[in-house]
Structure formats: structure tokens, C-alpha cells
């Protein structure tokens, strides 16, 4: 078996080549202290929540990049990293969000965000080998202001979805949502206008 060096010639570090968005190996010591500040921030907001909603807040302020003091976060929350999560003002994010935070996530304000929405930036390459090679990389996700996404919606690597518009529950988000629209199905397709 032959090994491929993906990155002659690149200098970087995985992590480097994480955040500027091309594709990495994960078997980075900065990625995986990073990754394990998550799980154990995680597991804290998850614990203080049954005794003080308050202070379990503070905790998910701390894990996430932003999370405006309006905003509320139910958990369990699963993210890779939490600190490339923008959670906007007044928004409301319900049990169960999983934010695969490879690539930044930017949650507006006065959003709706229903039980166990996946909000998934990974991406692997089609190609088997580089696949088996373990390479992947990200693309943003971008959820505009006052957006509801029905419970078990699922947005994929790259989307962004308009201001005012609303996802469908168990819907799956494979391009970009214009502004003040209904979206619905797998894929989501725009159903009407609002």
C-alpha cells in the first residue's frame, strides 16, 4: 500500500489548514485540544442545566464563539469545537442541536431553531482514496434573521438560508434558501412565499 504526502510542499499545520478552509487530516494536537475543550464544556452546560438555567447559559457562553446574553440554549448541544458558533440575539435553539463547527456558523438574531437540528460544515472528498486517506474539509453555514428551522432540519456544508424564511420539519437543506420563503422536503424546495 501507498501512501500519498497530500501536502508536500504546504508547511501548515492541520489546524492551519482547518481554519483557512482547505482540506486537513484531523490528527492534530490543537485540534484535538480543542475538541476536547468542547466535550468537556458540553458536558458542564449539560450538568448545570438541571440545577440553574442562568449559570448553565454562562457555561454556553463560554463554549460557543457568541452567544448574545438575549439568546437561549437548550441541551444536550454536540459541536466540534463551539467557538466557531455565532448565535444572534433573541434567538432560541431547542434539545438537540448538533453544530459541526468545522467551519464558522452564523445563527442570526430572533431565530426558531426546533429539537435536533443537524448543522453539518464537514465535508469528505467524493474520490475513495483520498477518503481512506482520512482528508475532509468545511464550508460555512449561514442562517439569517428571524429563520425558524423545524424540528430535524438538516442544513449541509455551504448553505445559507435567507432572512424570515422557514425550514420545514425533517427538512434537508442542500443549497441556499432566499429570503421569506417556505422551504420543505428532501431535497428542500421552496413551497411558497411569505
Sequence with gaps: ???TDHFAGDPRTNHERMLAGDLYISDDPDIASRQQRAITLQARFAAAFADDVDAAQEIA???????????????????????????GAGTFVNYGLTALDVAPITIGADCQIGPNVQLLTPTHPVEPQPRRD?????????IGDNVWLGGGVIVLPGVTIGDDSVIGAGAVVTKDVPAGVVAVGNPARVVRSL
Excluded: C, N, Q, W
Aim: charged share 20%; proline share 8%.
Design 61 to 87: 457562553r463560554e463554549l460557543f464563539g457568541s452567544l448574545h446574553e438575549t439568546a437561549h440554549v437548550r441541551p444536550p448541544v454536540y459541536v466540534d469545537y463551539g467557538s466557531f458558533v455565532t448565535i
Design 1 to 3: 500500500m501507498t501512501t
Design 134 to 142: 482520512k482528508l475532509e474539509a468545511a464550508k460555512p453555514i449561514t
